[in-house]
């Protein structure tokens, strides 16, 4: 294993592998860090190779040159509703009992879309002697085909059961 043409030698090194360069990118500076001097710099002459983030936060303007405009339209509004004299609390007790709602079914459906007109129709005599309507609304003028290929449109699959979501 030795060998007679190597020399060992002990020495020290005193200064590191990259001699003083580092890479700086691999060091974001955030919000609170970086001295005072330092924001105040990126204030004035911003380095692009130094971003400073801005955590979420979007900018209210735009800079032109050394100058801040500011966009009213670009500053957040929040819209909250008045809640004087509202009597119930913000909050939903841990002690509530559950609610639970019976399963929608197809019964519940033709109820709510079709039987206040089938109801209206039929106190106004507007029937003939198999029960069709006289005055078709759009949806029951339509065909079994043309009912399913409106069904069958974009975005009517969301809640199909082949469908695993």
Same mark, same amino acid.
């Given at each position: 294993?030795?060998?007679?043409?190597?020399?060992?030698?002990?020495?020290? *090194?005193?200064?590191?592998?990259?001699?003083?360069?580092?890479n =700086?990118?691999?060091?974001?500076?955030?919000g609170?860090r970086?001295?005072?001097n330092?924001?105040?710099?990126?204030?004035?002459?911003?380095?692009?190779?130094?971003?400073?983030?801005?955590?979420?936060?979007?900018?209210?303007?735009?800079?032109?040159?050394?100058? =801040?405009?500011?966009v009213?339209?670009?500053?957040p509004?929040?819209?909250?509703?008045?809640? %004087?004299?509202?009597?119930? /609390?913000p909050?939903?007790?841990y002690?509530?009992?559950?609610?639970?709602e019976? %399963?929608?079914?197809?019964?519940?459906?033709?109820?709510?879309?079709?039987?206040?007109?089938?109801?209206?129709?039929? *106190?106004?005599?507007?029937?003939?002697?198999?029960?069709?309507?006289?005055?078709?609304?759009?949806?029951?003028?339509?065909?079994?085909?043309?009912?399913? %290929?409106?069904a069958? /449109?974009?975005?009517?699959?969301?809640?199909?059961?082949?469908?695993?979501l």
């Amino acid at each position: 294993m030795s060998s007679s043409c190597m020399i060992l030698r002990r020495s020290i *090194a005193t200064s590191c592998v990259c001699n003083g360069k580092r890479n =700086f990118r691999k060091f974001l500076l955030y919000g609170k860090r970086g001295s005072r001097n330092f924001k105040e710099q990126q204030m004035k002459n911003p380095d692009p190779y130094i971003p400073i983030d801005k955590r979420g936060v979007r900018d209210i303007g735009y800079q032109i040159g050394d100058k =801040f405009v500011t966009v009213p339209e670009m500053i957040p509004e929040l819209i909250v509703p008045s809640l %004087e004299d509202f009597k119930l /609390k913000p909050y939903v007790s841990y002690r509530a009992e559950g609610i639970t709602e019976p %399963e929608f079914t197809a019964q519940d459906l033709f109820d709510v879309t079709y039987s206040k007109k089938i109801k209206e129709d039929f *106190a106004n005599g507007q029937l003939d002697d198999n029960g069709e309507p006289l005055n078709p609304n759009e949806y029951e003028k339509l065909t079994s085909q043309q009912a399913k %290929e409106q069904a069958g /449109k974009t975005g009517c699959d969301l809640f199909s059961e082949k469908k695993k979501l």
